[in-house]
């Protein structure tokens, strides 16, 4: 060596250092320092005061160092201390697991063998490999979950493709930013008649006539957004069908992404008879009111019919308030419908009055039938307007006749007074009767429904000896 630096240090102009400086000087160049001798007895440890994980090393000072080392550690010290002492040349440095015996702690060294002194010791400058470690930990744990997340996505892309493929309907994924398709699937080609190079990438309006570029997907995307499940028609160029297309909008990656559904117009022929869209239809444009409610009465949904009964605006307004609070006798015309439903699994009529908010009570003919979604129970209540002259018409013809022939085969055998007694009495018991069935013996329930106060029909039961019948029915 003729560096300048080499020169100086061999010149003998570096006085020589005192030992508890030269201690100093080797816990600060590294982070722990090990005195050993030649068969390995710990002679002196110098750690670096700021280390404190190696403050413990310094309690095995005339101990063997083999003791501090775990089992694998063990052979490479032996092996790299006996290339030292054969005077191999340039000892590679060796890595070395501490631990304290009872492997509640571990910690790598990287430990370096220098000759110091002329009684054989052997100074080991170690460097603490522990941030090393945990960088290596971290990066392992990365890479395994970037290759779970990789295998996640291969999955989820294989089922999207699988079911892409086997979707009868034809479906394009469209770009809201750029206007480009980005996903097609075999329907979409064939009804679209493009390869499906030529269809990735390019403009969704393209594939149609007198759309303009920019127009045609904002269109999509403004209709998606109303909620309104509109169509939109459009000509395909080329072979000249007409499709209807249903939008919708979704954020994927901080990207709004139209899924677009082609529906042919011909299409909508073959399916006329689908009863999904036949019973929505129904529903909605149908005469008669109908509700949906949960098994404690809250409304679901409601169809303008009912809406107009009860001068309602929106069905917004409707929503999440108990049926209840448009019935004349409130939670005790719930609870008879909701109880005969729930055993019989329908009601088929029901007299009651339905309260709109602005006008006057109507009298209604209600049918209840119990509904199973998933696992909660719902309710569907079609209502009928009772003052309708066919309604009446249906009601008082067919049992006029009879009625009329069993009062008049009355006459001659009993005075006006018992016929009309007589007549009162039963037309009296069979109302008790009903209301007590159709409450399922509730006699509060039943009392409210008749417009009596609860003595009043315990007495009429006793009267018809009601009473008795239904104790020996219990028991």
């Known amino acids: 060596m003729t560096s ?9 102009a570096i006085p020589l250092i005192a030992p508890e400086i030269l201690g100093d000087i080797i816990a600060e160049v590294a982070d722990v320092g090990v005195v050993i001798s030649d068969n ?18 310094e309690s095995w000072e005339k101990k063997d160092i083999r003791t501090s080392l775990t089992i694998e550690s063990v052979s490479k010290f032996e092996s790299r201390l006996a290339e030292f002492l054969e005077g191999k040349q340039k000892v590679r440095p060796v890595e070395l697991n501490h631990t304290d015996g009872n492997n509640r702690w571990e910690s790598p060294v990287r430990y370096s063998f220098h000759r110091i002194g002329p009684d054989g010791a052997i100074l080991l400058l170690g460097r603490d490999l522990r941030p090393i470690a945990e960088m290596q930990q971290q990066l392992v744990e990365a890479q395994l979950s970037l290759e779970r997340d990789y295998e996640t996505q291969r999955e989820y892309d294989t089922r999207f493709r699988v079911l892409m493929e086997n979707t009868t309907e ?22 679209v008649d493009r390869p499906l190079e030529s269809l990735i990438g390019n403009q969704l309006s393209g594939c149609f006539e007198g759309r303009k570029r920019g127009d045609m997907v904002d269109a ?25 297309i249903y939008p919708t909008l979704f954020r994927a990656a901080g990207e709004r992404v139209l899924l677009c559904r082609l529906v042919p117009e011909n299409k909508n022929a073959v399916r006329a008879d689908a009863l999904t869209e036949n019973l929505q239809a129904l ?24 809406l107009d009964m009860i001068d309602v605006a929106h069905d917004i307004n409707v929503r999440d308030r108990s049926i209840a609070d448009y019935l004349q006798r409130g939670s005790v015309d719930f609870k008879v419908m909701a109880e005969n439903a ?12 339905l309260a709109g908010a602005y006008g006057s009570p109507r009298a209604v003919d209600v049918s209840v039938t119990k509904l199973l979604a998933g696992q909660q129970t719902v309710f569907a209540f079609v209502l009928r307007d009772a003052n309708r002259a066919e309604v009446a018409q249906a009601r008082s013809h067919p049992g006029s006749d009879d009625s009329m022939r069993s009062v008049a ?3 001659g055998s009993a005075t006006l007074k018992d016929i009309v007694a007589e007549t009162t ?15 399922m013996n509730n006699r509060v329930a039943a009392a409210e429904m008749l417009g009596l106060s609860r003595q009043s029909l315990y007495v009429k039961l006793r009267k018809f000896d009601l009473l008795s019948r239904e104790t020996e029915n219990k028991e």
């Open 4 to 12: 300048r630096g080499t020169k100086y240090w061999n010149s003998g």
């Open 425 to 439: 009495n039963v037309v009296e018991k069979m109302c008790i009767e009903t209301a007590v069935k159709l409450t």
């Open 220 to 244: 999509l995307a403004s209709q998606a957004i109303s909620d309104m499940n509109n169509k939109t028609k459009a000509d395909l160029r080329g072979n000249g069908g007409t499709v209807q």
């Open 170 to 191: 034809a479906v394009l994924f469209v770009s809201v930013l750029t206007g480009e398709i980005t996903e097609a699937n075999s329907a979409a080609v064939a009804l």
């Open 409 to 411: 085969e009355l006459v």
């Open 342 to 353: 729930e055993r019989a699994g329908r009601m088929r009529s029901y007299a009651t009055k």
């Open 283 to 306: 529903y909605a444009d149908g005469p008669d009111p109908m509700v949906f409610t949960t098994d404690t009465g809250d409304v679901l949904s409601a169809n303008d019919a009912f």
């Open 40 to 57: 390995g007895s710990i002679l002196s440890v110098l750690v670096n005061p700021a280390n404190e994980a190696f403050r413990q090393l």
